[in-house]
T-cell receptor
Framework: DVKVTQSSRYLVKRTGEKVFLECVQD?????MFWYRQDPGLGLRLIYF???????EKGDIPEGYSVSREKKERFSLILESASTNQTSMYLC???????????FGQGTRLTVV | DAKTTQPPSMDCAEGRAANLPCNHS???????VYWYRQIHSQGPQYIIH???NNETNEMASLIITEDRKSSTLILPHATLRDTAVYYC???????????FGAGTRLFVKA
């Protein structure tokens, strides 16, 4: 019954590494989102995509990029990981009718 | 998209109703009110949403004021497993950007 799958639950990377976080949804949703969640700050939107190859910046896009080559997959890329990108990353998808957003289980990334 | 304001934390006795308030005074006419909750170490889970009318499902009830500037999520018989952070957000059906605040941390106590 899994609908939104994130590739890793836990990830440890070194400063300066290029990091890929993958998200796949099986609901044929048009809209996909990447958030990061930090204590006391709630969920903050990094990037979102409303169609294949389309992307829009969210509230905190600096240091991140995204890729949406296929409808079901939305990738978050940290070009050069830094310690301040240590966080929980959550992927979500919503259909065009915007009735309900489904979230993945999250990836807890630690940059050392 | 409108921003929301929620109390940072609330307590509730097990078996009693939990009433979680949310202010969204800048909500516009085509924005829905959504509630999600997040149990520790899991992704947020959808609870309920509404536009103008009160809504009820198997999990909760949503009461939206007539002016739509605030709403209340009601868990009719809270259990220990309802301990979580509850997020109230507003979402424009024509748009794609959601805004999550810090949410309300609900503690259900035995």
């Amino acid at each position: 019954d899994v609908k939104v799958t994130q590739s890793s639950r836990y990830l440890v990377k070194r400063t300066g590494e290029k990091v890929f976080l993958e998200c796949v949804q099986d609901m044929d949703h048009e809209n996909m989102f990447w958030y990061r969640q930090d204590p006391g700050l709630g969920l903050r939107l990094i990037y979102f995509s409303y169609d294949v190859k389309m992307k829009e910046k969210g509230d905190i896009p600096e240091g991140y990029s995204v890729s949406r080559e296929k409808k079901e997959r939305f990738s978050l890329i940290l070009e050069s990981a830094s310690t301040n990108q240590t966080s929980m990353y959550l992927c979500a998808s919503i259909g065009a009718e915007n009735t309900e957003a489904f979230f993945g289980q999250g990836t807890r990334l630690t940059v050392v | 998209d409108a921003k929301t304001t929620q109390p940072p934390s609330m307590d509730c006795a097990e078996g009693r109703a939990a009433n979680l308030p949310c202010n969204h005074s800048t909500i516009s006419g085509n924005e829905y009110v959504y509630w999600y909750r997040q149990i520790h170490s899991q992704g947020p889970q959808y609870i309920i949403h509404g536009l103008k009318n009160n809504e009820t499902n198997e999990m909760a009830s949503l009461i939206i004021t007539e002016d739509r500037k605030s709403s209340t999520l009601i868990l009719p018989h809270a259990t220990l497993r309802d301990t979580a952070v509850y997020y109230c957000i507003v979402l424009n059906t024509g748009g794609f950007k959601t805004i999550f605040g810090a949410g309300t941390r609900l503690f259900v106590k035995a």
